[in-house]
């Protein structure tokens, strides 16, 4: 039967393969297809903030791989974030470059000043690399600063950024911006739940759970520390020069310490150490506030204004970041698994071996 | 003079956030990011106990009875329901969790306080001329003397009461201190209500030389740094760090280039983590055991 | 395990809450626009006024009996001076709410991407504050502003203030931003145009101990002191300046500070002496009729903020509105909407000098500046000086 296959593995070959049960592979098709149709039926309002969630995911995952999966903490993703919009900036204004050679330059970028940031890793580890990545944010931020005050021709607005193209076709408007992140993210997706499968994943999970011990096992430290930092910053570049095409603004203001520990919540919540668990995450901490937002309209007009939707907003993510951590530090992933895992045995109430909680 | 004047008065402020982190790093290997949020909602908290009854006029034994209810439940309600649960997680746990409480009291600033510019004014009034018009007040001199008395009772309180000796063997063994009969949950809770003391009193001589807003949580990051520079777990590095941050953001102002001073901190803290990580006081082997 | 079942509930009841939340609004028979702004964030206490001043117009107009017979209904959405908050407010006002046109808007960095997402679908977007050259001419399409531009209060500053002194050392104090900036070189020329000496302190956004930097303004000697910066600045510099031991002039630009953030600074610095301000709309002080209507709206309606020059903004913003709506007619649409407001007169009455006036290219229009000091004994504004123009050409 294909209910007792899900744990039964007969070679190391299948227990390698990422969609184990037969439904998760129609579901991941469902998923695609309905994911494909839904600018047919949705508002652009609501394509908005689905690519908005699209931009966070691909970030989101860059902070998954360094924290989720190595184990380095990083205070420092809106730096990085601001890293791919400055050069974007840069590269579009005054070198006059196309999108096909910005976003490529930009991840470039991120992964040399990724590779900078990450050095401190060799040295310090838990709070003190926190710090340091938190040193580096401030650093980062003050040069870009620096930069749009003094370099930057139109003066108070911030940068506007052209709409991009490539070759004969304009990136412009939400469904083309959305079919175009959905494929990139696809594909940076795949490219991730492949790379933590084989060496270099292995590596940093080895990493996270005992350094010495990875160490002692021949895993070069320094080297798979920084390519982490190097992926991390190179995902959260793209992400964000593609946020400044998409957005057409740039302005260092966006760049905040608070949008680090959104990150840093989009992957507690979604759960550390896990791909699905980057993307329900940035799902989840993206729309938040819109939600809270719509939340609040059944209320009284006096409770909607005035601070107290914003004050909310923000607290959510703040309350969130606590309860998960408490209650479910493997955040919203475990709790798909453990669903899936109860239609899985139904109508059994066994509990399989592998979501025993520590 | 005045520079003097200055400068000790943002070590004042600084040193008794430090100290803080420090405590807490001490008792329970806890690095709190969330100390500015805590200093600046004290801040609000004493504001606002102090105007409670009393129509407009602020009210000086009602706003410190306030800041001290708050200290309690606050440091004892972070230790009951957050912090105790997270020993023996991974120790990114205990960060994150502070970074959410000082996202939350961010956001209690927001719905409860509406982000009001406050400004606390207790003896604001001038008291004491300098050399070239500048003026003290009241406020300033009281923060200093209230800072060197917060540290004296603090380490009078370290070396001679049973508590805490208690404390400062919690602090070097929990498990075996909590089996030679030391109440270690009584000793951490207290540990907090230390620290979020601290804090609140550092918020008040904030709130009354500048302003208690959003923004100023800033300062947290400031503390945080001197608590570095000076050793993490070292009280007397947390006074000495506060100094070097102060000055140096001071001097830098002064002769190099105001916009600097925001990045500053962090570049002090680069460069003594990159020499010294330790920190000019603090126990070489501590780093290991992050 | 009990714990951890309600956990899961509130997790997922949150969840479904977030979905359900986006439902479609109805469509009704009033004229509908978008008023976005900060209410929540940084400079909150700057633009809750100015939208409490457009409110009261708007509701005194709907009691009125609204223009035509017809209502107006603002949808009001916050932004927390955050620009993607700022965008997806204007995207769900225009689609949800099918607004005819924003209005108000933060600060510029909120500004810029609305405009440009706007232009895009062609929605009428006029700001009231410190608004980006977009609207200046030749002036970018969909874009307006009655607001203050930083660019041209640092021209009407450096103008003005050569009523208090002429020549000597005018510092200028700003914060790290690039309007701040913007306003800085502006108030620099003018100043060195007129025979004085400048210099200037700029300090980083987050500061909020002035200390330091009030002991380097007095350093430098001034015979005047200028502020370029909102509220909570001034807040912080002007007894930090006092406390220093400078008591020569100072000036606040007026970005948004109100009346009452002076009484409450001069009464921290000990004295209210010497303090000025420059502002383009009339004082909450000022013994006008165009003043006292909106004093008695206030009266009647309520505000949660002290009355302010800044609710004469908004009010004024109100104003322009109701003629461009008048002037569409009823069914208005965007299309119409923006050519009307294209070549659009308002008289201001006693709100401003003059009226707001935009041709065709000029989406901002000739201003008007006056300066203004703080009378101590009183606590009330006192204008010093008479209205003076400046037009809105040659900035770009």
Redesign the interface.
């Known amino acids: 039967m294909a209910r007792a296959g899900t744990n039964l593995r007969t070679s190391y070959l299948e227990s390698n393969e990422v969609l184990r049960r037969p439904y998760q592979k129609v579901l991941v098709g469902l998923i695609l297809v309905a994911a494909v149709l839904l600018p047919g039926g949705s508002s652009d309002y609501f394509l908005h903030l689905i690519n908005l969630c699209l931009l966070a995911c691909i970030g989101a995952l860059g902070l998954m791989m360094l924290t989720g999966f190595c184990g380095q903490i990083s205070l420092g993703h809106a730096a990085f974030l601001a890293i791919g919009a400055f050069t974007t900036v840069i590269l579009t204004v005054h070198l006059k470059l196309p999108f096909i050679v910005v976003v490529p330059a930009a991840a470039v970028t991120g992964a040399m000043i990724g590779f900078l940031v990450g050095l401190p890793s060799l040295r310090f580890r838990g709070v003190y690399l926190a710090i340091s990545t938190l040193a580096m944010h401030y650093a980062i931020i003050f040069v870009a600063t620096t930069y749009q005050a003094k370099f930057s021709a139109s003066a108070s607005a911030g940068i506007t950024i052209p709409d991009p193209t490539i070759g004969p076709l304009k990136i412009s408007g939400a469904p083309t911006w959305y079919y175009f992140l959905l494929v990139l993210l696809t594909f940076i997706t795949i490219g991730c739940v492949n790379l933590v499968r084989t060496r270099p994943g292995r590596a940093w999970m080895a990493i996270r759970d005992r350094d010495i011990a990875a160490e002692a096992l021949g895993i070069n430290l320094t080297r798979y520390k920084l390519l982490a930092f190097m992926l991390s910053a190179t995902l959260a570049s793209v992400s964000g020069s593609l946020m400044a095409y998409y957005s057409n603004v740039v302005t260092v203001e966006a760049y905040t310490l608070d949008l680090a520990v959104i990150y840093v919540a989009m992957i507690i919540v979604g759960g550390m150490g896990s791909i699905l668990g980057g993307l329900m995450g940035a799902f989840f901490i993206t729309l938040l506030p819109y939600g809270i937002e719509h939340l609040f309209e059944f209320l009284p007009r006096a409770w909607r204004f005035g601070s107290t939707v914003f004050g909310v907003q923000v607290g959510a993510v703040g309350v969130c970041i606590i309860l998960f951590l408490l209650l479910e530090p493997k955040g919203l992933a475990e709790i798909w698994r453990r669903t899936e895992t109860y239609f899985d045995r139904w109508p059994f109430r066994y509990r399989p071996l592998d979501t025993t909680r520590r | 003079m005045?520079?003097v004047a200055?400068v000790v008065i943002?070590t004042c402020t600084y040193a008794l956030l430090a100290a803080g982190i420090v405590i807490l790093y001490k008792a329970g290997r806890v690095?709190n990011f969330a100390h500015g949020e805590i200093a600046i909602v004290g801040g609000y908290v004493f504001y606002s106990s102090g105007m409670m009854f009393s129509g407009g006029e602020m009210s000086p034994w009602l706003a410190v009875l306030g800041a001290i209810v708050f200290s309690v439940i606050m440091g004892a309600f972070i230790y009951a329901t957050?912090m105790r649960?997270?020993v023996g997680?991974?120790?990114?746990?205990a960060?994150?969790?502070t970074?959410?409480?000082?996202?939350?009291l961010?956001?209690?600033?927001?719905?409860i306080w509406?982000?009001?510019?406050l400004?606390i004014?207790v003896g604001?009034?001038?008291a004491i001329r300098l050399a070239?018009?500048?003026?003290?007040?009241y406020m300033d001199v009281a923060s200093v003397a209230l800072t060197i008395a917060f540290f004296i009772a603090l380490y009078l309180f370290f070396t001679f009461t049973r508590l805490g000796v208690q404390f400062r063997g919690t602090a070097e063994n929990p498990l075996l201190a909590s089996q030679r009969g030391v109440n270690v949950n009584l000793v951490l809770s207290l540990a907090w209500i230390i620290a979020v003391l601290a804090a609140t009193l550092s918020g008040v001589l904030?709130g009354g030389?500048?302003?208690?807003?959003?923004?100023?949580v800033?300062?947290g990051?400031a503390g945080?740094t001197a608590a570095?520079v000076g050793g993490l777990d070292s009280l007397r590095g947390a006074v000495i760090g506060a100094f070097v941050v102060a000055l140096a953001?001071?001097l830098t102002?002064?002769l190099i280039d105001?916009?600097?001073?925001?990045?500053l901190p962090?570049?002090i803290?680069?460069v003594v983590?990159?020499i010294r990580?330790w920190g000019l006081f603090g126990t070489v082997e501590e780093?290991d055991r992050? | 395990m009990q714990k951890k079942f309600v956990f899961r509930g509130l997790a997922a009841a949150t969840i479904a809450a977030c979905l359900a939340g986006f439902s479609p609004a109805q469509a009704q028979d009033a004229y509908k626009i978008g008023y976005i702004t900060d209410l929540s964030g940084p400079l909150a206490s700057s633009y809750t006024p100015t939208w409490e001043g457009f409110e009261l117009y708007i509701k005194a107009l709907n009691d009125r009996g609204g223009i035509g017979g017809k209502k107006v209904d603002v949808v009001l959405d916050d932004d927390g001076l955050k620009a993607d908050r700022a965008v997806a407010a204007a995207k769900k006002q225009t689609e949800r709410d099918n607004v005819l046109g924003i209005f108000g808007l933060s600060l510029s960095s909120t500004q810029g991407p609305v405009y440009a997402e706007m232009r895009k679908i062609g929605v009428p977007v006029i700001t009231t504050f410190s608004g980006i050259l977009d609207a200046l001419p030749p002036a970018q399409p969909f874009s307006y502003s009655t607001g203050v531009v930083f660019e041209v209060a640092g021209d009407a500053i450096g103008e003005l203030i050569q009523n208090i002194k002429k020549g000597g050392k005018v510092v200028g104090m700003t914060i790290d931003s690039v309007g701040g900036r913007a306003a800085l070189a502006h108030n620099k020329k003018l100043v060195l145009a007129a025979g004085g000496q400048w210099d200037e302190v700029i300090f980083p956004v987050a500061t909020s101990d002035f200390t330091p930097f009030a002991q380097a303004a007095n350093e430098k000697k001034p015979d005047i002191v200028v502020g370029h910066y909102g509220s909570g600045q001034n807040l912080g510099v002007i007894p930090a300046l006092r406390r220093s031991g400078y008591t020569g002039p100072y000036v606040v630009a007026s970005y948004g500070v109100t009346e009452d953030t002076i009484r409450a600074a001069a009464q921290r610095a000990g004295s209210g002496d010497n303090i000025f301000y420059v502002s383009r709309y009339s004082s909450a002080f000022d013994k006008n009729p165009s003043v006292a209507e909106v004093a008695a709206a206030q009266k009647k309606y309520g505000t949660s903020k002290p009355f302010s020059s800044m609710h004469v903004t908004g009010w004024a913003l109100g104003k322009f509105a109701e003629e461009a709506l008048k002037k569409c007619g009823w069914p208005c649409t965007r299309d119409k909407l923006d050519k009307i407001v294209q070549t659009l007169k308002v008289d201001m009455g006693g709100l401003t000098g003059g009226p707001i006036e935009m041709v065709a290219g000029d989406g901002y229009g000739p201003t008007y500046w006056r300066l203004y000091a703080w009378n101590a004994k009183s606590n009330e504004m006192e204008p010093k000086s008479g209205w003076v123009k400046r037009e809105a050409k040659g900035y770009k």
């Open positions: 005045e520079f200055t943002l690095v957050m649960r997270v997680e991974p120790f990114y746990v960060i994150l969790v970074v959410g409480i000082a996202i939350v961010k956001s209690a600033i927001i719905v509406r982000a009001q510019h400004t004014d604001i009034a001038p070239g018009g500048a003026t003290l007040s904030y030389r500048a302003f208690l807003s959003t923004e100023s800033t300062i990051l945080l570095l953001q001071y102002v002064r105001p916009v600097l001073s925001e990045a962090f570049l803290l680069l983590m990159s990580p780093l992050v």
